[in-house]
């Protein structure tokens, strides 16, 4: 209908935000697109501006409210890196962002950050196999321990384990991956919130991270219930296309403007060009999660039906392998995503079988790409994995995990029947 009367402020959408927000290409000599930075450095307009800008990206000084300092050198931040932040905040609804080189380079700065020496880091299980090395193995090099918190324990139980476990050491934090790679295993981001803040005092902050690649910022915004910290290898489906290695870091301004000066230091920052991309890519977003999640159902519901499979695993049928989680995802989840766990009958010489056959799907880790992708985590991305703990936490050798991507769903239910057909 015509509109009439006085223009008001509109609130645009996710999906409008992701094509101009932050954007006035007056600026940019009526580019469309931002320009793309591909600078080392920048020219100060005086001695007194340089200055300023030093004191504020050190922390020496606070800037100003509404105040856009300028640029300095591109291991700080870039007009690319910087637009890409602010679309990226405005995605998970909250303050800031952070963006790294890699989804590892944001974790593991973000667990420097506010893990110290002498601490104990609360921590869910699985996790992504370079995550989990980097706690279990390169945390303990530094007096960090690593605790692993069952789903079922009660927040009671919790704080009682802990505290018996580690009476003298203060807890640093609580990282969850949710929903898990690659079991699909969700946690209460608000239960993990009122177990830190029980061991929280005014002396020791104890953040909730979480590790949110599987999902995305859309179908599960965890700011909304209580996690401090939400993490992302952006090489997944923010990014979207196999193209590009990136990661990023969400919170309120008072976390993230430690992240970034824990990266000025550290390094990782992303590029100019691979942050363009991830704008580019962004532009897409929220169409491209719609279309995966389509296909995602109906491969499913085509692979329950497979007399080779002994289980499937995605968030729509969650009530199928764990009621009590089901109760958890319909209150602090909001969509099914593009991950399947598929669990074949037999060992790693079916799923090898499979992996070896498929002609549509890709042989290859990541996930959330436009292709879909399969692998065998027991043998790839959690090879590290202790084979016990393996075992115990449902990554069995059984277990083919599935990114569906864009192709046509007739396409891969008939590519993976094919393969499935060749079990003996």
């Known amino acids: 209908m015509p509109w009439h009367g006085e223009p008001i402020e509109m609130k645009k959408k996710q999906s409008t935000a992701m094509l101009g927000l932050g954007y006035d290409a007056a600026n940019y000599h009526g580019s469309m697109k931002q320009p793309i930075f591909q600078t080392s450095t920048y020219e100060f307009p005086n001695a007194e501006a340089g200055k300023q800008f030093f004191a504020w990206a050190t922390g020496k000084e606070e800037p100003p409210l509404n105040t856009q300092m300028g640029h300095i050198y591109s291991r700080l931040g870039s007009p690319n890196t910087a637009l890409l932040e602010e679309r990226l905040a405005h995605l998970d609804q909250i303050d800031e962002a952070a963006v790294f080189g890699s989804g590892m380079a944001a974790i593991s700065a973000t667990l420097l950050e506010f893990c110290r020496p002498g601490s104990v880091l609360l921590h869910t299980n ?11 193995n390169y945390l303990e090099e530094f007096d960090i321990r690593c605790f692993q918190i069952q789903h079922q324990w009660s927040i009671e139980k919790v704080v009682a384990n802990v505290q018996s476990t580690f009476p003298d050491r203060p807890v640093s934090g609580f990282f969850t991956e949710s929903p898990a790679n690659p079991t699909m295993d969700i946690y209460s981001i608000q239960k993990a919130k009122k177990i830190c803040e029980a061991f929280r005092s005014e002396e020791q902050f104890v953040p909730v991270i979480v590790d949110n690649t599987y999902l995305g910022p859309v179908l599960s915004q965890q700011h909304k219930n209580g996690a401090d910290l939400v993490v992302y290898s952006l090489t997944k489906n923010i990014a979207g296309h196999s193209d590009v290695i990136a990661g990023a870091v969400t919170g309120k301004t008072e976390l993230i403007s430690r992240i970034k000066k824990a990266r000025t230091f550290i390094g990782g920052i992303l590029g100019p060009m691979d942050s363009w991309l991830i704008l580019r890519s962004l532009e897409t977003y929220t169409i491209r999660i719609q279309a995966q999640e389509e296909n995602t159902r109906k491969v499913a519901k085509f692979l329950v039906t497979h007399p080779s499979v002994e289980e499937i695993r995605y968030l729509g049928n969650i009530t199928d392998w764990n009621p009590e989680q089901q109760v958890i995802f319909s209150k602090e989840y909001g969509g099914i995503g593009s991950m399947i766990a598929l669990y074949i009958k037999g060992g790693e010489k079916e799923a090898f079988t499979v992996l070896n056959n498929i002609q549509v799907f890709k042989l290859g880790v990541s996930l959330g790409s436009t292709e879909s992708l399969a692998e065998h ?6 090879a590290k ?8 936490i449902n990554i069995t050798e059984s277990l083919i995990r599935l990114s569906i991507g864009l192709e046509d769903c007739n396409d891969l239910i008939h590519d993976l029947n094919t393969a499935l057909n060749l079990i003996n």
Not at 126 to 136: D, E, I, L, N, R
Not at 385 to 392: A, P, S, Y
Request: aromatic share 12%; glycine share 8%; charged share 20%.
């Open 385 to 392: 994995v202790d084979d016990t703990l393996k075992e115990e």
């Open 126 to 136: 699985p996790v992504y196999g370079g995550t989990h090395s980097f706690m279990v």
């Open 377 to 382: 985590p027991y043998s790839m991305t959690h």
